[in-house]
């Protein structure tokens, strides 16, 4: 096993393998995730590798059983998808908001709290959404799930941002906008 930070002594300890069997995983589904959550991921299939490798189960082994890289980043997943119980108050909703738009401004994005999400002004290079192709996008995390975002537009597909529903994780969701608002990821919208 390998760590990201070979000196750091409590980061998250997962092959190199691992993190690109968990990306893998990754790229055919309908949602982004944060690369916090993607170590996350790439943690838990090392240990499960290591299980088996403890029961004569080499890692060579698990590619015929199924997708175990997937089943260990959906298992993640699903921990930053739904919130705890209770929910999380309006309270708690507002201030992750603020803490995006901050992030989104630090990466020189234009962003502003609308409605119940924050609204990313698009750049020139934003693929085209909305009635007219010209819509900004919306950025929410809810009460009792996750984020998500979509053109600011009615009737937008909507796809997850799988992260941490903190402020690390509001400027892991930043990065991820702001890469789209660039044109860094294509339609991803076109996609579904």
Not at 159 to 176: F, K, L, R, Y
Request: proline residues 5%; charged residues 20%; aromatic residues 8%.
């Amino acid at each position: 096993m390998s760590s990201t930070d070979s000196t750091a002594v409590d980061g998250p300890v997962f092959s190199t393998e691992a993190y690109v069997a968990v990306e893998k995983a990754a790229k055919p589904l309908h949602c982004l995730y944060a690369p916090s959550v993607l170590e996350h991921a790439a943690e838990l299939l090392t240990a499960l590798w290591a299980a088996g490798e403890k029961h004569g189960v080499p890692v060579s082994e698990w590619s015929w059983t199924g997708d175990l890289a997937g089943s260990a980043l959906g298992a993640v997943a699903r921990q930053y998808e739904s919130a705890p119980k209770p929910e999380r108050t309006v309270a708690q909703v507002v201030a992750l908001q603020g803490h995006l738009v901050s992030a989104l401004t630090e990466l020189g994005l234009t962003a502003r709290l609308g409605g119940p999400g924050v609204i990313v002004e698009r750049g020139p290079d934003t693929p085209r959404g909305g009635f007219h192709g010209d819509a900004d996008i919306d950025v929410r995390i809810y009460s009792d799930g996750g984020w998500t975002f979509s053109f600011e537009a009615q009737g937008a597909s909507v796809m997850s941002i799988v992260a941490p529903a903190s402020q690390a994780g509001a400027s892991q969701v930043a990065e991820i906008v702001r890469a789209f608002v660039r044109g860094e990821l294509g339609n991803l919208f076109s996609r579904r």
